[in-house]
């Protein structure tokens, strides 16, 4: 015979003890929780800093690597891919824009010249809007949208999956596959779009101009604005893409790796990545704008 359940000798009116939810989360109120809040940030920021020059070193390390044949046979496959992925691909939506800035823009500045100061006015104003300005910040922003996103995505997809350990029980390095193509294609993609860019306003700007006034000379124009570009410009320019690219892709790989456990990880490394990227790219083209223009 079974015996019956002993639902009898439990007491209903027992006192129930509920931990509160936000028990773990320190009290913001307390003494400490504005310093708290002030050195996270700071702290963060300096563990980010410090990770980014990490990976520029081990990208610089492993770069070594390129003097082996059979290696640099490899590399150069991956690094074609991203230079065709990062920048051949990417010229429409550059050219698109280039096109609107020259008609919409740069054209009607030619309406505001005097025809006696017209070409070295023009060649002054495009060297300065275009080739300075416009031109470096509109490609990296391309840049930062299009490409850095996808490599942020494919690297958190790929912690996410452990196919990281994978590879590196197959004695394949990562850092090989995926930083290094990243590393060095990404500056030359950002340089190849800043010459690109500036090719198709110009191209477009005297389209419209040739439309309104016949008379105006193309090589006159062009001699113009060549006539202003100097080697410090050049310089300036070429370092914005250095720096600039170098910094975008590293900052891709490393909030990409940050991914863990989760897929809601892919899609915070994703904006905060973004987010990193325009910061650190405004900076770096302000800082040497402002070097160009003391020049």
């Known amino acids: 015979m079974s015996k019956p359940n ?3 000798k439990q007491e209903p009116n027992q006192p129930v003890t509920v931990e509160p939810i936000d028990s773990d989360v320190p009290n913001r109120f307390t ?3 504005p310093l708290k809040m002030l050195v996270n940030p700071v702290a963060q920021l300096t563990r980010t800093i410090m990770d980014l020059i990490g990976l ?3 990208a610089l390390t492993a770069s070594k690597l390129l003097f082996q044949t059979k290696r640099r046979g490899i590399f150069m496959a991956l690094f074609y891919r991203q230079i065709y992925n990062t920048g051949v691909r990417a010229l429409y939506i550059n050219g698109a824009v280039a096109v609107l800035v020259g008609t919409l823009l740069i054209s009607r500045l030619f309406d505001y ?3 006696q100061v017209m070409e070295d006015q023009f060649g002054y104003l495009f060297m300065v809007i275009v080739f300075r300005e416009l031109g470096p910040l509109i490609s990296g922003v391309i840049l930062i949208a299009r490409s850095a996103t996808s490599i942020t995505a494919e690297i958190g997809y790929l ?3 452990r196919e990281f350990q994978v590879l590196n029980g197959l004695g394949i390095s990562p850092v090989f596959l995926f930083l290094l193509p990243v590393f060095f294609a990404f500056p030359l993609s950002l340089l190849l779009m800043f010459i690109y860019f500036d090719l198709v306003v110009f191209l477009s ?3 419209v101009i040739w439309l309104s006034n016949p008379s105006a000379d193309f090589f006159a124009l062009l001699s113009a604005i060549l006539n202003q570009i100097s080697l ?3 310089a300036i320019n070429g370092l914005k893409a250095v720096l600039g690219g170098m910094m975008i892709g590293v900052i891709s790989i490393h909030f990409g790796a940050k991914v863990e456990n989760s897929f809601t990880e892919v899609s915070d490394a994703i904006s ?3 987010t990193t990227q325009l910061l650190v790219f405004f900076v770096i083209n302000i800082l040497l704008s402002i070097l160009a223009y003391t020049q």
């Open 232 to 234: 410090n410009e050049i």
């Open 113 to 115: 010249i005097p025809n």
């Open 272 to 274: 905060n990545s973004t």
């Open 205 to 207: 700007s005297y389209a």
């Open 6 to 8: 002993d639902t009898s």
């Open 56 to 58: 520029i070193s081990v």
């Open 31 to 33: 003494v400490l929780g």
């Open 159 to 161: 912690r996410l999956r």
